[in-house]
């Protein structure tokens, strides 16, 4: 069964946005820190954005500024709001769900954002 489903990517200019959405059961969201991690090709996965369950929240260097992951908790659903988006941020993003109690991880089928010159 799938249990986090992702939405948003796609293809956007360089200075451009796009949001990110990812759903996930109640069950698994209100017991998981949530992130998004990207892969670009011959690269491996990195974290971009993490956000606890309270709305604490970490950025890797190269996007912060300019990307913001927030939380709905009522509706289970985390996002990742890109702005002034480079070639470099060319890569496939994916939700990741990490229960804070057995460490247990989530993943979702992963979405393609593409930033041309």
């Known amino acids: 069964q799938v249990q986090l489903v992702e939405s948003g990517g796609g293809l956007v200019q360089a200075g451009g946005s796009l949001r990110l959405s990812c759903a996930a059961s109640?069950?698994?969201?209100?017991?998981?820190?949530m992130a998004w991690y990207r892969q670009a090709p011959g690269k491996q996965r990195e974290l971009v954005a993490a956000?606890?369950?309270?709305?604490?929240?970490n950025y890797a260097d190269s996007v912060k500024g300019r990307f913001t992951i927030s939380r709905d908790n009522a509706k289970n659903t985390v996002h990742l709001q890109m702005n002034n988006l480079k070639p470099e941020d060319t890569a496939v993003y994916y939700c990741?769900?990490?229960?804070?109690?057995?460490?247990?991880?989530?993943w979702g089928q992963g979405t393609q954002v593409t930033v041309s010159s």
């Open positions: 109640r069950s698994i969201f209100s017991n998981s820190a």
């Open positions: 956000i606890s369950r309270g709305g604490r929240t």
């Open positions: 990741n769900a990490e229960n804070i109690w057995n460490k247990s991880e989530y």
